[in-house]
């Protein structure tokens, strides 16, 4: 796939929500209530969801880092093409990293819907494209979660394609992914912390991310070397070393 899409659906995206910005207020509004607030970010099972997702993305962020440093001291010896590793690293690191969190949460300004005045906050709201000064910190444009569970998705699906049968599985399997990168983004709005164009840009950004990366790197090329005997021969292989450093 090419990366003009994510690009193009980027401009789509910024020209509906310069039209029509209140589509952000609407989608939000179904889940308020002037009594109850946003009455979801309560619910101690959608809590427990999201903290499972948050921990998911964790987990695999550093695993690719350990990964990638076993395939660094293998050397020649490692079987799995190191670039494998670079890119599920790379997305968590760039993605809900660097891109979201350390540039456009910290620098955006954007106010998160429930500390905006329609949701009983005291903040202005603003469209999600053109810096403004609502929030100081951590702030609602795009959302870290949100990119964090899209960025899982994706390296789950490219880590496991090859190993996928063809047919009813692997529709399965793609279907599960994108509904695991719907339910962390979904969340993120439901309970007042987002707002529904947060949750798409930060979709939009790892997306793009992810196709440079994938052409940066020759994805395509290395995906082939993830086997259960390439794996195997790695562990003996790093095994040796253990034992003669012994």
Known sequence: MRLRWPLFAGLVLTGLFQLWPGIDLWVSGQFYSADAGFALAGDPALQLLRAVLWNAATIVALASALALGLSALLGRAARVS??????????????PGL???GILKTFWGRARPRDIEAFGGNLQFTPPVGLTDECARNCSFVSGEAASAV??????GVLLWHRLPQGAIRR???ALLVLLAFTGSGLRVAMGGHFLSDVLFAALIVWALA????????LGGARGSLSRANHAAELRGLAARITRRA
């Open 82 to 95: 190191p670039r494998i590793w670079a890119f599920a690293a790379l997305m968590f690191v760039l993605g």
């Open 99 to 101: 891109i979201v969190n």
């Open 151 to 156: 960025t899982l998705a994706i390296v789950i």
């Open 172 to 174: 399965g399997i793609v």
């Open 211 to 218: 196709l440079g990366l994938a052409r940066a790197l020759d």
